[in-house]
Structures are given as C-alpha cells and as structure tokens.
C-alpha cells in the first residue's frame, strides 16, 4: 500500500489566511514543509479520502492524477474536506471524457449534505437521484459506523468521529492484504464503543494517521491536541493495536500551538511518532 499525503492543514490552511502570529509568520519565510493545504489522501492510485478543496493543486504539486480515482471515502460535509466543485465537473457539459465510475462512500447524513452542496453548484438536483447519478458517472454508497465493507480490493471499516455529530462524521481503517491504515481525522477523543469495535474487528494497524489539529497544551473544538494525540498512541500500543514498525502520523495541523514542521517533528519524535507533511510519500 502507498499513502501519499495530498495536504495536512486543518481548516484554515498553514499559514492561516490572515494570521500573522510567530508560527504563520515563519511558516510563509520557511515555505516546503512548511505550506499545508487542506487534508487528504489518496492510498495507491485509486483511494481518495476526501475530495477537499485542495486537491487539484495537491494533485499538480505532487504530481498524482486525480482522474484515476475510483473510489472516495468521505469523512465528513466540512468545507475543508469537501468541495463540491470537484464533483460537479464530472457532468457531462464539462467534456471530460475516459474516466472510471466514481463509488462515493460516506454516512448519509454526511451524503445528503453533500448533495445539497453539489446542487448549490446548479448542475444536478441530488446525489440521490438516479439520472443525476447517471450525470455525474458516479454510485453512492451510505455507510453506517461500524460497518465493514469492500472496496474494489480494498476492506474497510467505519467508525464513529468523535466530530460534527449532525453528519455522523467518520473515521476509516483501510486494508490491502495484511496491510491496515487507520484514517482518524477529523474527531476529538474517540469512543470506548470505537475501542472495543477495534479489538473485535481484529484490527492491527500498520499505519495511524491522526488528528493534530491543535498542538502541545493548546485546545479548543472537536479536535486532538498533541497530548490526546499521544494518549491515544499510548493506549493503542497498550491494548496492541500497532504492528511492531507502525508508523504514526499526525495530519490536520493548525497554526494554533502546532510549531514549524522542524520543531513539531522533533516534538513528535520525542513522543514517538511522526509529523505528516504535503506531498509525503509512505508504505
Ligand atoms: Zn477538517
Ligand atoms: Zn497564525
Ligand atoms: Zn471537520
């Protein structure tokens, strides 16, 4: 399996918009690893997690084709994870020809939202409509916490976000073969029902990616910060949920007590995992 990180800001990107605080400041001089857009991944050449605003320059950066994506697992509605300009292109009027169906998978709460999202666009009426379906040369899947599913060659199983409750956000974990990564942005702390269903499901992860949205001592929202993040490491190895080399990978980082890619690499490391950064390339 190959990750490779399309962007790993939070919301508002890093450096944020107007913000001129130390850390946006030396983020604009430093540039690289730096500049974070808006997170998502694709896994191989086939997976998006997460059609977000970000993409298509993600996509020329890091030079990975966005018209081989078969399947798109969607977290959540949020505008820094979805952007509903990507799907309405794939109306016919917008000529783009030769590529694969689209299967589109989320909650249905979170499904809905981006129905109407697309519809804002003025191309189709629903996500749900069979013509429109048709229109975008796509088929939706609503997927409920929990539920373990196949994808093309992939098994996946959702879980519950501990974020954006209305839309039933979720989290994945995606294995290829005997390979698992577990996709964990956006959600503060997760739920002990998402623990058990872990050691239930059998699961061991190769790799975790997980919310960093706000950084040592920092807090604020339905995110992790640094010390959650890594209370959540700790008890994933407790209760041996890590393959011996797994990899840990913060994503989803805001200006907000998250320093420079440097410093927060050394941070992490001294915590034992990773600091993810665009166009990062894994497994
Ligand atoms: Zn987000
Ligand atoms: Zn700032
Ligand atoms: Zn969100």
Not at 56 to 74: P, R, V, W
Not at 121 to 149: A, T
Not at 193 to 204: C, M, P, V
Request: glycine content about 6%; aromatic content about 10%; some cysteine.
């Amino acid at each position: 399996m190959k990750i490779t990180f399309l962007g790993t800001s939070a919301a508002t990107s890093y450096p944020l918009v107007f913000c001129r605080c130390d850390f946006c400041n030396q983020a604009r001089r430093l540039g690289g690893k730096d500049f974070r857009k808006r997170s998502s991944i694709i896994i191989n050449d086939d997976l998006l997690i997460d059609m977000g605003p970000d993409i298509m320059s993600a996509s020329f950066m890091h030079n990975k084709s966005i018209a081989d994506i078969k399947y798109c697992l969607q977290t959540h509605s949020h505008s820094d994870h979805f952007d509903a300009s990507h799907l309405s292109t794939r109306v016919p009027e917008y000529m783009g020809v030769n590529i694969p169906q689209l299967q589109l998978y989320g909650s249905e709460s979170t499904l809905k939202k981006m129905s109407e999202m697309v519809k804002n666009e003025g191309y189709i009426s629903s996500l749900f409509d069979d013509k429109d379906k048709k229109r975008l040369n796509l088929e939706i899947f609503p997927v409920k916490p929990f539920q373990s599913f196949q994808v093309g060659k992939y098994q996946v199983t959702s879980f519950p976000a501990n974020h954006d409750k209305p839309v039933d956000s979720l989290l994945y974990a995606i294995t290829e073969d005997d390979f698992t990564v577990f996709y964990g942005t956006d959600t503060n702390t997760l739920s002990e029902e998402t623990w058990e269903s872990f050691q239930k499901k059998n699961l061991q992860f190769n790799i975790v990616i997980l919310d960093h949205t706000y950084g040592p001592d920092t807090d604020s929202g339905d995110h992790l910060n640094a010390n959650r993040f890594i209370e959540h490491i700790k008890r994933m190895k407790k209760e041996n949920l890590l393959t011996e080399n797994a990899r840990i990978l913060a994503t989803h980082i805001s200006h907000e007590g998250n320093p420079t890619h440097d410093e927060l690499s050394k941070y992490a490391e001294e915590h034992g995992y990773e600091t993810a950064y665009d166009g990062l390339v894994i497994g």
